[in-house]
């Protein structure tokens, strides 16, 4: 059976990380668990039932948490940190859409400046 763990956890998406953040919980056993479309990750019971989490940007979402690594692995049934799924918990809020804006000033067909609202290093 299959066991999927989420850990470097932190409270908000946009949270800049200098450390892996906090364990999360530990759901299963599954008999199989798959990621469609880089936005969900299912996972499906041996009744053919099915738990699922969201992906919101690049963060797996549970319980007002955002996690940046689950795992999955094969454990026995007496996982210790096994904690029940709540498909209560697993529906994000709605985050507030964030556009870029990318302004590029070109003079005789060559790049003079660029402003952006895009944080450094992006």
């Given at each position: 059976m299959l066991y999927l763990k989420l850990f470097h956890g932190r409270n908000d998406p946009a949270q800049d990380m200098d450390d892996w953040g906090f364990d999360?919980?530990?759901?299963?056993?599954?008999?199989?668990?798959?990621?469609?479309?880089?936005?969900?990750?299912?996972?499906?019971?041996?009744?053919?039932?099915?738990?699922d989490l969201m992906v919101v940007g690049d963060l797996l979402f549970y319980d007002g948490k955002y996690y940046g690594d689950w795992s999955v692995y094969q454990a026995s049934e007496d996982e210790p940190l096994l904690?029940?799924?709540?498909?209560?918990?697993?529906?994000p809020p709605k985050l507030p859409k964030r556009q870029a804006?990318?302004?590029?000033?070109?003079?005789g067909g060559v790049c003079q400046d660029i402003k952006t609202n895009l944080p450094d290093g992006c």
């Open positions: 999360g919980p530990v759901f299963g056993p599954y008999a199989a668990i798959h990621t469609t479309y880089q936005c969900h990750v299912k996972m499906i019971k041996e009744n053919g039932n099915m738990d904690q029940p799924f709540d498909a209560e918990k697993a529906n804006k990318i302004i590029v000033y070109i003079k």
